[in-house]
Nanobody, 126 residues
Framework: QVQLVESGGGLVPAGGSLRLSCAAS????????MGWFRQAPGKEREFVAA????????KYADSVKGRFTISRDNAKNTVYLQMNSLKPEDTAVYYC???????????????????WGQGTQVTVSS
């Protein structure tokens, strides 16, 4: 069992920045691939970014490439999403997920992730 807790969301004006954190329970965190997804009202959950177990591989959605950065600190069991140059269309609930079976995975597909956090709201005002 893995528990994930997201934090760092909030209300920010367009052009601003936020850093989301996802803290994970369990000693095996350093062997898990991690991902960030988001879901806006009335829309499906969509991929944002993913990172392999050691940070050696990362992947981003085209919509956030160059603005968002995913990173992890295995000593702190935490994955981060630094979001810069935020746009109103980035408004959503942001979720982190973990793929416990494929350490090198950077999957874009939600069903590949085994555990999810409760989400943190990000609202970007225009």
């Amino acid at each position: 069992q893995v528990q994930l807790v997201e934090s760092g969301g909030g209300l920010v004006p367009a052009g601003g920045s936020l850093r989301l954190s996802c803290a994970a329970s369990g000693r095996a965190f350093s062997s898990y691939a991690m991902g960030w997804f988001r879901q806006a009202p009335g829309k499906e959950r969509e991929f944002v970014a993913a990172i392999s177990w050691n940070g050696g591989k990362t992947k981003y959605a085209d919509s956030v490439k160059g603005r968002f950065t995913i990173s992890r600190d295995n000593a702190k069991n935490t994955v981060y999403l630094q979001m810069n140059s935020l746009k109103p269309e980035d408004t959503a609930v942001y979720y982190c997920g973990t793929d416990i079976n494929r350490a090198w995975s950077t999957s874009r597909i939600p069903v590949d992730y085994d555990y999810w956090g409760q989400g943190t709201q990000v609202t970007v005002s225009s």
